[in-house]
């Protein structure tokens, strides 16, 4: 009986051997005729789909015996040792199939889990593409300036500073008043933002999408450091070089609101003969504007710009929501008048192998980087200031 067991085990092997290696021999005949003729012929190629489909066939019978069995592992056993178990459990009807061909139903005691049969990945995991990351914000400040290229390392203006002006309505051969004006030059440099990565080779050849991934995350921060650079920088940043709001022409109201604030920041402007386009607040501030109600529960804003279908605006003049401002600050200004962004070299994404000792090493060097000047032409057509101060001061302390 033992000599039936092993023939059965044997012959089992046998023929998957055979099967895979006529899979193997056909798939070169095929390669073969492709080198030669560009395309393998249609009988090679019907010949081994066929033999696909009963390798395929024979894997879905062998699985629907597993199922029908119930093999679910409870005592231990391997598939392997079950099979050998159920062999030689079974001799009397092995005997009896050889004999007479009496078919009969083998079953096994063992049972396959993943977590007691299987070792190493043996069910492929599924993989997302892409790599998942917190998103950086998607506004930023650079939209609402207007642009502009040099070539230089700086940008120079002149801007009047003074007139003195005695225009009037003159007497007949009388002298006219005589006016005058004081012009003065200024610059503004050309700064530069810069970030880099470095990063082996091998990274780059094995790992999909990750020099797309780099290239974006440094787009990214590179963006990001130029709104504040925009805004905030100490020489340069709007928010230092436009007027400062007046505090003392808004006063005696304590029910005083951001709503209120802005509306004097645009007459202030407006006052200076500018036309402002655009408001910038934080997130923190706008959703409190938004959300702000009257004594009755009422929304303040109107309906469509409570629920989104319009953005909110101050006398015409839009709201524009963005992390890049600071939580109580806001800025109104007439940007074509008060300034422009020139882009000396704009931002560029650049690969590297030559620096350092990369070559001994075998790492490539990843450089975000771009040159831009921020000119304050005229501070008057911008308003900063601050909610918590500007409220404050109107009377609602």
Not at 110 to 122: C, K, L, N, R
Not at 235 to 243: D, E, M, N, R, V
Not at 274 to 281: L, Q, R
């Amino acid at each position: 009986m033992d000599t039936i067991i092993e023939t059965i085990e044997k012959g089992l092997e046998a023929q998957s051997l055979k099967l895979e290696k006529s899979l193997v021999d056909m798939q070169a005949k095929m390669d073969e005729q492709i080198k030669l003729n560009g395309k393998a012929n249609e009988e090679t190629k019907e010949a081994h789909k066929n033999l696909e489909a009963v390798i395929l066939n024979l894997k879905e019978r062998q699985d629907a015996i597993e199922k029908n069995n119930n093999r679910i592992k409870e005592d231990g056993l391997s598939f392997k040792d079950s099979v050998e178990e159920a062999l030689k459990a079974n001799k009397e009807e092995l005997t009896a199939l050889k004999s007479h061909g009496r078919p009969f139903e083998m079953t096994t005691k063992a049972t396959i889990t993943e977590t007691g049969s299987y070792t190493g990945e043996v069910v492929p995991a599924d993989y997302v593409t892409g790599f998942k990351y917190d998103p950086e914000r998607r506004i930023h400040i650079r939209q609402f300036i207007p642009n502009g290229n040099t070539n230089s390392d700086k940008i120079r203006y002149v801007r009047e500073t003074a007139f003195t002006d005695n225009t009037g309505i003159t007497a007949e051969a009388a002298a006219s008043g005589q006016n005058d004006f004081t012009l003065q030059a200024y610059d503004a440099n050309v700064e530069k933002i810069a970030a880099h990565f470095r990063v082996s080779r091998e990274a780059l050849d094995d790992t999909a999408g990750l020099a797309s991934h780099i290239s974006l995350r440094g787009t990214e921060k590179y963006m990001k450091v130029e709104d504040e650079y925009l805004l905030y920088d100490s020489t340069y940043g709007l928010t230092i070089t436009s007027t400062d709001y007046t505090l003392d022409q808004y006063t005696n109201d304590a029910n005083a609101q951001e709503f209120d604030v802005l509306l004097q920041a645009i007459k202030q402007i407006k006052n200076r003969n500018y036309v402002p386009g655009a408001i910038f607040v934080s997130i923190n501030r706008y959703f409190s504007m938004i959300q702000r109600k009257d004594a009755d529960g009422r929304y303040i804003f109107p309906q469509s710009v409570v629920f989104g279908s319009e953005r909110p605006r101050v006398l015409g003049v839009p709201i524009i929501a963005t992390n890049a401002l600071n939580s109580d600050d806001f800025l109104v200004a007439d940007m074509p008048q008060l300034t422009t962004l020139f882009n000396r070299k704009g931002m560029s994404v650049r690969f590297y192998e030559q620096d350092q000792d990369n070559v001994i090493k075998d790492l490539v060097t990843v450089q975000i980087s771009g040159r831009l000047a921020l000119p304050t032409y005229l501070p008057d057509a911008g308003c900063f200031g601050s909610f918590a101060t500007a409220i404050q001061n109107a009377g609602n302390s």
